[in-house]
């Protein structure tokens, strides 16, 4: 992700490239251990199926550059600023590498 670019605020509703569904934007700067390799990773997204919302088999992990269309903005205020400028801070410091999705 361009580190110049915030991320969606939580609630956000997105298609990602090639999608036929829709998901909701319920985590950010995840990080989890990738299938493939069994080692750590970073996503930009958690996001689940809507209208379904969480369901353990169908969570999905992506990046900012996997979005096609941003259907719905979720909520931002002042706390959203703050978390954006120490998310970049704590990016920027961060050895776990991004998956490429």
């Known amino acids: ?5 915030d ?8 298609y990602l490239e ?6 909701v934007i319920v985590g950010r700067g995840v990080i989890f251990d990738d299938p493939d390799t069994n ?8 996001g689940v199926l809507y209208p379904q919302g969480f ?17 719905f903005e979720g909520y931002s ?6 978390f954006m400028a120490v998310y970049h801070d704590w990016e920027a410091d961060l050895t776990v590498p991004r998956k490429e999705i």
Not at 7 to 14: E, Q
Not at 39 to 46: G, I, K, R
Not at 77 to 82: A, F, G, Q, S, V
Request: proline share 4%; hydrophobic share 35%.
């Open 39 to 46: 080692e750590p990773v970073l996503a930009d997204y958690m």
């Open 55 to 71: 369901q353990t088999e169908s969570t999905l992990f992506f990046q900012h550059d996997n979005i096609d269309q941003v259907v």
């Open 77 to 82: 205020d002042e706390e959203e600023e703050r």
């Open 18 to 23: 090639e999608g036929t569904q829709k998901l």
């Open 7 to 14: 991320l969606l605020p939580l609630g956000s509703i997105v």
């Open 1 to 5: 992700m361009n580190k110049s670019k």
